[in-house]
């Protein structure tokens, strides 16, 4: 039985790396593509063309934005990623798991999971994959790795409706631009308002009933228990710091001129970062070019396409090519499962 399960294994595993090549390419193409130029030349039908012209145009991209620019991008993507290895030592510390497993071990399942789970959408099943085999490696059950999953996943849920909630309250009319994809939400300033107010309400609520200890609350047959305050505290500090450091790529490499203000990339980034994992779609395609052209309209297009494709290659991209030699030297290294 064991064998078979390697067998299956190894097959998740090589569907992985090449959908992974293939998300490459597809992405790098479809982002390239709103230049005009490049658009005309990558319609030629030719592989061997096309990924010379989009290598071309990507290159171009990146040299029109500032060094120093692309040193903040950098840096933020590296908090990003720093943030997304504590939500799991955060579950694991919740668990009362992390006794002999490392940062070091932690970064690295944490940086592959998201890596796969953000480019192949359905982050869940493509992340908890890599969880499980990796955590099982350590001695979790498979009842323990799922909670981890729901753990961390809570955590990046408290962070995005704290943020959320703060740029609603102090920026509601950035819910206004978003009319021409939406009609509907036309809405007033109060009503936006008092929505952020309430998501800040539920967060606070959230802190006061492990603060206070309260009992756990059933839903069916699942008991629900509030973290410890310690815990709590480590969400409030991460959640934020991955999503504002994530938003920072983007932020840094739009031109002064027009720049509406971290506060705006902000919100836009929350709203369609959130949308494009509601639709499932791999790494929001199509749905930030939407709603991050709608609410920044003071910076031309072809400056906000270049500031998402910078995102895409050092928040989605490289750390996608990265974790496909891990997960194969993961594999070499014959590291078994028993529960697994």
């Not at 569907?15 to 293939?22: G, Y």
């Not at 920044?296 to 989605?316: E, Q």
């Not at 490289?318 to 290294?333: A, G, T, Y």
């Amino acid at each position: 039985m064991k064998r078979v399960v390697r067998i299956v294994w190894k097959c998740v595993v090589v569907f992985i790396m090449i959908s992974a090549i293939r998300l490459l390419y597809i992405k790098l193409r479809t982002e390239v593509s709103y230049d005009p130029v490049a658009k005309a030349l990558l319609d030629n039908g030719n592989l061997w063309s096309d990924i010379k012209v989009i290598a071309g145009a990507t290159s171009r991209y990146i040299l029109d934005i500032p060094f120093i620019s692309h040193v903040y991008a950098v840096l933020s993507a590296l908090a990003a990623y720093v943030a997304l290895a504590w939500y799991d030592r955060i579950a694991l510390l919740h668990l009362g798991r992390l006794r002999g497993i490392s940062w070091s071990y932690v970064a690295v399942c944490s940086f592959v999971t998201y890596a796969l789970g953000h480019n192949l959408g359905m982050s869940v099943l493509s992340g908890g994959i890599v969880r499980l085999r990796a955590y099982c490696a350590k001695g979790l059950k498979a009842t323990e790795v799922a909670a981890l999953i729901a753990m961390c996943s809570f955590t990046f849920l408290f962070g995005t409706l704290l943020l959320l909630g703060a740029v609603l309250l102090f920026e509601p009319e950035i819910v206004l631009s978003l009319s021409n994809l939406i009609p509907q939400m036309v809405l007033p300033n109060w009503l936006v308002q008092a929505a952020g107010f309430t998501l800040l309400l539920l967060c606070g609520l959230y802190v006061f009933g492990s603060w206070q200890t309260f009992k756990p609350f059933r839903i069916g047959t699942l008991d629900i228990v509030y973290p410890r305050l310690g815990i709590v505290i480590r969400q409030i500090l991460a959640a934020p710091l991955e999503i504002m450091a994530a938003a920072g790529i983007i932020y840094f490499v739009l031109p002064e001129a027009g720049n509406p203000g971290y506060f705006v990339v902000l919100g836009a980034f929350i709203l369609s970062f959130s949308a494009g994992l509601v639709s499932q779609a791999p790494g929001g395609l199509g749905v930030m070019e939407a709603v991050f052209l709608a609410v920044i309209d003071t910076v031309p297009a072809t400056n906000v396409m270049a500031a998402l494709l910078i995102w895409r290659l050092l928040y989605l991209l490289l750390p996608l090519v990265v974790s496909i030699p891990i997960i194969f030297l993961f594999e070499r290294s014959n590291v078994s499962c028993t529960d697994f």
